[in-house]
């Protein structure tokens, strides 16, 4: 079993900064990719940020310049600093992580729970 724990989220005012943060753990032998994702109330899951296990990361283009993403190998964790917060970044944000486990041929991705960010006006 993969488990993703997710923290970090809360309420900020606009212009402020909130770090989330994504734990892998369970039986992960390598990890391909690592994302956020965010689901605001009767929208889709968009992505917002992801890096691969090469180093390449990509970002959304509404967040572009705010937001950074970042890992710790070492921890199988991926990270999301938000900057410059503003009320459209209001949403529930989900870790993604795709990886390989032994003894299962292909890769597999696994979701956290989600975590609430809520950026006031």
């Known amino acids: 079993q993969v488990r993703l724990v997710e923290s970090g989220g809360g309420l900020v005012q606009t212009g402020g900064s909130l770090r989330l943060s994504c734990a892998a753990s369970?039986?992960?032998?390598?990890?391909?990719?690592m994302e956020w994702y965010r689901q605001a109330p009767g929208k889709q899951r968009d992505l917002v940020a992801g890096?691969?296990?090469?180093?390449?990361?990509n970002y959304a283009d509404s967040v572009k310049g705010r937001f950074t993403i970042s890992t710790d190998n070492a921890k199988k964790a991926v990270y999301l600093q938000m900057n410059s917060l503003k009320p459209e970044d209001t949403a529930v944000y989900f870790c993604?992580?795709?990886?390989?486990?032994?003894?299962?041929?292909?890769?597999?991705?696994?979701w956290g729970q989600g975590t609430q960010v809520t950026v006031s006006s």
């Open positions: 993604h992580v795709v990886f390989g486990s032994q003894g299962v041929s292909l890769p597999r991705g696994a």
């Open positions: 369970g039986n992960i032998l390598r990890i391909y990719t």
């Open positions: 890096v691969t296990s090469g180093g390449s990361t």
